[in-house]
């Protein structure tokens, strides 16, 4: 990975300079480096989206498709799907090169309050439950060699799991150099445990073993077909492939992000769709439909039924597999919460980075004390069901902007200008799969919008609302002093609230 282009600003007061990516040389402004080069942009993409379900149940698209033959077609239409979602996301990533990816997107087309409610369900519920769950995934599947007749204790995960986010915070602050690095590795890791079970699933094909892959019975059903079940089996494998927009959050510590933003989704979306459509080929060939929907970890499984005193590689490799993934969301997010407080939707102290280190320590620290909160709590799997819609609804509200922009603005310089065909496909998709949820969900995504529309009169209050009470802006004033204090940060200065392809306050 190669550092990127810098202007080198004023030497601080104890003699160490500062990075800067400001136009002005020798202003002494603190900015966030580029350090992210192509390989760690593409482990970003590929390690987010990439975490434990692949390993341990890929079994959702398969009961719901009710056959193997229509399993595989749902995984390679939601990987098509998702690389025009990655494509529309690439040219608003290079129009708008603001780290915070869709929240700064909506933002700036839609305006101060749509962008506010994409944050605060963020902040509020989707990173630090998703994080949570990741974490404990990798507790489990750490302790549970060492608890072989029983569950793992419920403390003991939950103390793991702390442990693994707060190692991987300190890594985090310290330095991006360290984080990308993390995330590479575990990338690597992940992905050659998975090209084992595919080189497994190609020796099993040369064996004979492919009765699941013949036409005859490919679409031999265990259950019959029902529309209901087969749109809910397009929306879990939708939801398998979440994560492809995360590059998107750290677009301002790219490396040359016009070229390897676009050049890291070309690379990386096509490689996961192969992935899992060549694992769960591989699953086929040495599991019945019916054994693969009774495992509660697959690759497990397949690992006892084919790899034998080696099958010990699977439980290690989801969680080195879980480990990455903590370590990508918690990068990634902390960049969204800082682009939301650079923009002054949350708290400036969440802005500032480290001096030195040119990492935003506050937003790191804010993103691990929410994740170790909800560790505490046992409503985190009710939550996801209940925001995963709202997640999903950003998406199309994302992409539906760039319609709007190419209307709003056609003479915007554009780096990268895909047919609009592009984003209209994935819109129906997209309403598809919406429409759908609010049929067969009606509670929980109604449930999901409450929570949403909770933020509407914190925006007003904290955002929109000027004259303050003076006690109120001491206070916040206190606060962001006692922080610059601690952490030695400073703020990032460069004005970019309204930047040239700023559409709506």
Known sequence: MTDGPRLRGNASADGDTLSSESTEEGSGRVALKKEIGLVSACGIIVGNIIGSGIFVSPKGVLENASSVGLALIVWIVTGVITAIGALCYAELGVTIPKSGGDYSYVKDIFGGLAGFLRLWIAVLVIYPTNQAVIALTFSNYVLQPLFPSCFPPENGLRLLAAVCLLLLTWVNCSSVRWATRVQDVFTTGKLLALGLIIIMGFVQICKGEYYWLEPAHAFET?????????????????????????????????????????????????????VYVFANIAYVTAMSPQELLASNAVAVTFGEKLLGVMSWIMPISVALSTFGGVNGSLFTSSRLFFAGAREGHLPRLLAMIHVKRCTPIPALLFTCISTLLMLCTSDMYTLINYVGFINYLFYGVTVAGQIVLRIKQPDLYRPIKVSLVWPVIYLLFWAFLLLFSLYSEPVVCGLGMAIMLTGVPVYFLGVFWDNKPQCFNTFIGMETIFTKSIFAVSTLFQDLCNPPWHAVN
């Open 222 to 274: 265990f259950q019959p077909y029902d529309i209901g079940q087969i749109a809910l089996s397009f929306l879990q494998g939708s939801f398998a492939y979440g994560g492809w927009n995360f590059l998107n959050y750290v677009t301002e510590e790219l490396v040359d992000p016009y070229k390897n933003l676009p050049r890291a989704i070309f690379i990386s979306i096509p490689l996961v769709t192969f």
